[in-house]
């Protein structure tokens, strides 16, 4: 029997129109949220997200500016930059598309940003505030993405043994944050796997919910994926078809043998991505929020 397609596209739908509601209650106060995005040369990637983000925050309500800076950009032009929307009262939050261009430090980029308008959650602050368990604030979108694909899935992780694969900062960390929090919706036992861990499938063949984060397509294969568990593709790889010889979108597992095993999968495109997009738009109207005089 072919595992429970989780459905990300559906459930972000439904989460923006919670948040469109917010900005609606904000705007007939006097504050519409203001969300500046910053992008650092001519990455034809990155210009596709920064389109997609602008996109949806005329969706919901947001309103939104992109600042678009010369490939050949300094740090300190960047931070300059990011002074002047840290200062700006109609700025309520900053993302810089990563990644920027190698001579860019990212680090201190991140770091210049006024945590109060960190919509990324990405600052030393908010990733505090994430790991002693406060549950205001900024989410990191991904992952708070994946734990609403959980809950309103009615995938409950309470007393579930998770296995996270992937150690980054972006997704792999914060998420076995959110899954192990001492909080509904959450609550449970959490291992991380990663690049150096000996025998991943010894770990993966025993989560009861199995996220993979680790970039490499197709990784995760049916006899890794315990019989019944709930699998979360967070990967968004692109790989030739030998077939057609086009590119394809594909996640870090192998949808057609985990189908055959899981109770429940979300496929890739149309999964965890959009549920990204919509974790982005709800901190930027909680940013909105946030600085309501």
Not at 5 to 25: H, S
Not at 95 to 101: A, E, N, W, Y
Not at 265 to 273: K, L, Q
Request: aromatic content about 2%; charged content about 20%.
């Amino acid at each position: 029997m072919l595992a429970k397609i989780i459905d990300g596209k559906a459930i972000a739908a439904e989460i923006n129109a919670e948040t469109a509601e917010m900005v609606k209650v904000l705007t007939a106060k006097g504050k519409l949220p203001g969300l500046a995005v910053v992008l650092v040369g001519e990455d034809p990637a990155s210009q596709v997200y920064v389109k997609n983000k602008i996109k949806a925050c005329a969706a919901v309500g947001i309103r939104s500016e992109m600042y678009h800076l010369p490939a050949e950009s300094s740090t300190e032009e960047v931070l300059a930059l990011i002074a002047k929307l840290n200062a700006d009262p109609a700025v309520d939050g900053i993302l810089v598309q990563s990644p920027p261009p190698p001579q860019v430090d990212e680090a201190k980029v991140i770091l210049a940003i006024d945590p109060d308008k960190d919509v990324d959650c990405f600052s030393e602050r908010n990733v505090g505030r994430l790991l002693i368990g406060q549950q205001k604030g900024f989410m990191p979108c991904t992952p708070w993405g994946v734990m609403e694909l959980l809950r309103r899935s009615g995938n409950d992780p309470k007393g579930k043994h998770a296995v996270v694969i992937g150690r980054s900062n972006i997704v792999g960390k914060p998420m076995a944050a959110l899954l192990l929090q001492k909080a509904a919706g959450a609550n449970a036992t959490v291992t991380v796997v990663h690049s150096g861990t000996p025998d991943i499938r010894r770990f993966t063949r025993d989560a009861d919910i199995l996220v993979a984060a680790i970039g490499k397509p197709n990784f995760v294969s049916g006899d890794m994926v315990k019989p019944g568990a709930v699998v979360i593709d967070v990967g968004i790889n692109r790989v030739v078809d030998p077939a057609t010889g086009k590119g394809r979108l594909c996640g870090d597992v192998n949808f057609a043998e985990a189908a055959e095993v899981a109770s429940a999968i979300t496929p890739v495109p149309g999964g965890v991505g959009p549920m990204t997009i919509a974790g982005l738009m709800r901190n930027a109207a909680v940013a909105g929020e946030m600085h309501l005089k």
